[in-house]
């Protein structure tokens, strides 16, 4: 197919995609990019993107090097490249050299975004070939220091930004946005940035790591992923006197101004995106959190990442570590540090499954979980001071003050850390915990690293080898008396980009519990024999893809089962269905 337009060298043209090289095409509005069908491979889709000059300006369509000598001359490129052509892979190999190189984690979190706004599939195509290496680049450690500097780091907006200055024009704002169908936004007011506190408008590596994993390890399309950042003020002082701030220099609005844009924007997405745009809650704070979630529960498809997804995500571990440490779900004893998003969310979805597997009332599968807060454990003494989501915790014991003390009047068989304050685990901590149990489940949830509530090492060596650990923020394998111990990385990056997906290709209109039991359950079934041998209680992230298309599987399956579904006729084999909607970063030719 000719195109019409190739006159305008510099301007928009018309890229024709050779149907037979790539999976093009598009399934109605649902990942348009990346599913062939027979109709396409008849007919090749064109579409308008810049040529020329401004082409390998585009990070959505610049290939760079990689582009061939024929598509140098249809789009105008002759001249504006160096007479070398590469592929993709040579061009993959040479940009992990260069990252190998830097010493400094943020030096290689900079070239990634630089990359990024570069060449956008070539990126994608770095994080789904090197999930394992550049997932601490991208994310967690490493997105918590870029967050805290972000203001010095800063080169180009990556999301939107939603200030108390666009009060009453967010529709606008949202228009302003280049692309039009979204399909996840992940939206942050950067009150508590993992364990690191209010980092106020830098807050915005958040949901741009986050939708990277969406894309990387979900397959959603990059262009249906939208980050949002709202700057309601922060209450950060060093960064309120930091020159480099990037955010409104003023303390957090609360109260009904702060619910009010809240409010603007939640409306203003359904208006433009339509009801199936899933709407991801990222470190807000506690005392948002759980408002937002009960408030946009019902009318929004909405889903709060550290309160829903950690526990799902917490759950599959905990139901794989059965394998290892005995028992069934219901025998065990859990004692939580931190009782916040995290730890509430969790403790909620653990009693849920056991109500469900033995059909004991929730009321009562409560209460074989405690949590111990910055006050002490939970007790009924305290539950008029209590704020309402820590209530349903708080069981008959006298008080007891720290969680050394908690450990040794519970004797937990399962420990959670989910405070987001660092080396809380002490020693005397987990020498207790495993003075009880011949094998601890010791998690520490808490992220970056430097919140983790223990290190590998801490657990394995004060636990004498028998502890099975897991964390939030990734740690090296580490050899303790001729034994090398790999420890697994609980983090809800395992379940948000399969379920997105799941709530996506269904059509879904609301998050049910339900999905999230489905979501556990199915990632839970993806750890090996191979991993349970080595201590593991989650698969690799090696084989993410792989284990989102499945985790989409399940939540869609449920997402029918529960009439919340409305892509109709319902696909027969959803993993297939799944499998087949991901996004996958080859090139593609262009004719
Ligand atoms: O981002 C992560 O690594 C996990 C998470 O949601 C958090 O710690 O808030
Ligand atoms: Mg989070």
Redesign the pocket.
Known sequence: MESTMKEMRDGVSVLDLDPKSTVGGGVEDVYGEDRATEDQLVTPWTFSVASGYSLLRDPQHNKGLAFTQNERDSHYLRGLLPPAVVNQELQERKLMNSIRQYQVPLQKYVAMMDLQERNQRLFYKLLVDNVEELLPVV??PT?GEACQKYGSIFRRPQGLYISLNEKGKILEVLKNWPERSIQVIVVTDGERI??LGDLGCQGMG?PVG?LALYTALGGLRPSSCLPVTIDVGTNNEELLNNEFYIGLRQRRATGKEYSELLHEFMTAVKQNYGEKVLVQF??FANHNAFDLLAKYGTTHLVFN??IQ??ASVVLAGVVAALNLIGGSLNEHKFLFLGAGEAGTGIAELIALEVSKRTKVPLEETRKKIWLVDSKGLIVSSRKDSLQHFKQPWAHEHEPVKDLLSAVKAIKPTVLIGSSGVGRTFTKEVIEAVSSYNEKPLILAL??PTSQSECTAEEAYTWSEGRAIFAS??PFDPFEYNGKVYVSGQA???YIFPGFGLGLVISGAIRVHDDMLLAASEALAGQVSKENYDMGLIYPPFSNIRKISAQIAASVAAKAYELGLATRLPRPADLFKYAESCMYTPNYRSYR
Do not use: F, M, W
Request: glycine content about 16%.
């Open positions: 994310y967690t997105v993992l364990g958040i986050k990222e470190d990442d550290d997804g950690t808490s992220n939030g923020s983090n809800n990056a």
